[in-house]
């Protein structure tokens, strides 16, 4: 027993046109009189034109109205695709601009709800009085904290410039 996850893979294989994708840049081959023509669909409709006008040139007339025919084809191709494109950009184009309209609509609300809780609220307090002094002056951590006192050293007395018991040797005037 297969499946049901086979049996929808094959479901879509007996299709005559492809589904999806861009028609307008796909690469068809086309099989006409003259064997087959590659390209795509604008590429083809030129092909077979010229063929149309070689043919009408030579005057062969059943092979021109084939050439005719196979242009028709794909030229109606084209045009079904192209239609196709336009419905598809006009509808993005339709919700885009809806969507732009639902953007202005959210923001104007939130502005005006801005406004009115603006309005509502109590005008804040008006900041302290600067100090001259403090005019502008940041207080550093150096300052924060009391100066130190410095130690004063004793100066070192030499040597010779004591008596033997200790004392400073007297100055005479």
């Known amino acids: 027993m297969k499946s049901s996850r086979s049996?929808?893979?094959n479901k879509n294989?007996?299709?005559?046109?492809?589904?999806?994708?861009?028609?307008?840049?796909?690469?068809?081959?086309?099989?006409?009189?003259?064997?087959?023509?590659r390209?795509?669909?604008?590429?083809?409709?030129?092909?077979?034109?010229?063929?149309?006008?070689?043919?009408?040139?030579?005057?062969?007339?059943?092979?021109?109205e084939n050439f005719a025919q196979h242009a028709e084809h794909y030229t109606r191709l084209l045009a079904e695709a192209q239609k196709e494109i336009d419905a598809k950009r006009e509808e993005q184009e339709q919700q885009n601009r809806e969507r732009q309209i639902e953007r202005d609509?959210?923001?104007?609300e939130r502005l005006k709800a801005q406004e009115e809780?603006?309005?509502?609220?109590?005008?804040?307090?008006?900041?302290p009085p600067v100090q001259?002094?403090?005019?502008?002056?940041?207080?550093?951590?150096?300052?924060?904290?009391?100066?130190?006192?410095?130690?004063?050293?004793k100066p070192k007395t030499r040597p010779d410039q004591t008596s033997g018991d200790g004392a400073a040797p007297e100055v005479a005037e």
């Not at 604008?42 to 062969?60: C, F, G, N, P, W």
């Not at 809780?117 to 900041?127: D, F, R, T």
């Open 7 to 9: 049996r929808s893979r």
């Open 13 to 37: 294989r007996n299709n005559t046109r492809p589904s999806g994708g861009n028609i307008v840049n796909r690469v068809f081959d086309s099989s006409g009189p003259e064997g087959k023509v």
């Open 39 to 64: 390209g795509t669909p604008q590429q083809i409709v030129e092909k077979y034109t010229q063929m149309h006008r070689d043919s009408l040139l030579a005057r062969d007339s059943v092979n021109s």
């Open 105 to 108: 609509r959210e923001r104007n």
């Open 117 to 127: 809780a603006a309005a509502a609220a109590p005008p804040p307090p008006p900041p």
């Open 132 to 153: 001259p002094e403090d005019a502008g002056l940041v207080e550093t951590p150096e300052e924060a904290a009391p100066p130190k006192k410095r130690r004063t050293r």
